[in-house]
């Protein structure tokens, strides 16, 4: 089994920056990648970011250029820092772990509200 933990979040007016942390632990050497995704009131969850344990990064295209998901080698820690929020920014965010074998762990949720 995986835990993870997410921190961070809170209220910002648009055009600030949030940082959110993400912290695995358990069986964390069967991990292979983290992301995170997000979900707004009435919408459909979206993926916001991905890192794979080779470094490879990934963006929806609503965040790129504003988001950067990074990770602490060896702590299995990750970190989104978010620039340039806007309001449709505001999110309840998941952590996501994802281990060989086919299994995804969630967190609970951390709350982002940007406001304008």
């Known amino acids: 089994q995986i835990q993870v933990v997410e921190s961070g979040g809170g209220t910002v007016q648009a055009g600030g920056s949030l940082r959110l942390s993400c912290a695995a632990s358990?069986?964390?050497?069967?991990?292979?990648?983290m992301a995170w995704s997000r979900q707004a009131p009435g919408k459909e969850r979206e993926d916001v970011a991905r890192?794979?344990?080779?470094?490879?990064?990934t963006y929806a295209d609503s965040v790129k250029g504003r988001f950067t998901i990074s990770r602490d080698v060896g702590k299995d820690t990750v970190h989104l820092q978010m620039n340039t929020l806007k309001p449709e920014d505001t999110a309840v965010y998941y952590c996501?772990?994802?281990?060989?074998?086919?299994?995804?762990?969630w967190g609970q949720g951390i709350q982002v509200t940007v406001s304008s």
């Open positions: 358990g069986r964390t050497f069967t991990l292979y990648s």
């Open positions: 890192i794979w344990w080779s470094d490879t990064t």
């Open positions: 996501v772990a994802n281990a060989y074998g086919g299994n995804e762990f």
